[in-house]
């Protein structure tokens, strides 16, 4: 699997990373088809799966579930040097999605994660944006406390995954790493992943194959064809749709 640089964060990620949501939660998901949740064989076998793909970089969430424990126990016994990323600002609890982008909620947030994950500093940690791109970022803290976290030591880079192109413009601004939705039919967010690569930040892009719904081969190609892109992150429940997404990435950056 081709390795990227996560723009001047001084981590490296596989191009196709392993997006955790599918591991951890199936209620208030996107998903033409809804799905059950694995066991924790079937976790630890697909975690082998995405090892031996040479997929390294993984994204996960307090707002999927239990992705965070589920990878911290399978990470403590088979850690291969992953990068993980993972976010504040959104909880899912009894199935409804809960935000605060608070200085207080966001540095217990970390502090939570760090501990599910089993990591003393977490790789990356993002912003997850509501919608609300400019005010989330403007008005509540989040920012500012993640910048100080990074300072502490605590997290290596900070980021933003939000919705609009105005809100990844104004993350330009303080982030090492941001995360967009781009693909075929929605290229929108094509001009600031070329503006973030010129300044030296990191691009992760999620829903590239639109949740699912554009041809693996084609998309994975679109995507990591922009120099931009750090990474395009999939997820999948299945060994084998992960490998066709591999050999799609791979074909894509030979």
Known sequence: MHIRPLGRTGLEVSVLGFGAFKIGRNRGIKYQQGYELPD????????????????????????????????????????????????????????????????????????????????????????HSDGNDLPIQDATGVVETLLALKAEGRVRAVGF??????????ALEWADVLMVEFHIEDPSHEEVIGEAHN?????????????????????IGFVLAHPGVSSLIVGSLDALHLAENAEAAKRATA
Do not use: C, N, W
């Not at 579930?65 to 016994?77: F, I, M, P, W």
């Not at 939000?162 to 104004?170: I, P, Y």
């Not at 300044?199 to 998309?219: H, M, T």
């Open 40 to 127: 924790d064989a079937t976790v630890e076998r697909l975690m082998a799966t995405v090892r031996g793909l040479g997929i390294s970089y993984i994204d996960t969430a307090p707002a999927y579930g239990t992705s965070e424990e589920r990878l911290g126990k399978v990470l403590a016994q088979h850690q291969h040097g992953e990068v993980i990323s993972t976010k504040v600002g959104e909880t899912f609890r009894d199935g409804v999605s809960l935000y605060d982008y608070s200085p207080e909620s966001t540095r217990a947030s970390v502090e939570r994660s760090a501990r599910r994950l089993g990591r003393d500093v977490l790789d990356v940690v993002l912003v």
């Open 161 to 170: 995954s939000g919705k609009t192109t105005e809100g990844a413009f104004r």
């Open 199 to 219: 300044r030296g930040i990191g691009v992760v892009v999620k829903k590239g194959l639109a949740s699912g719904q554009l041809p693996a081969a084609e998309a």
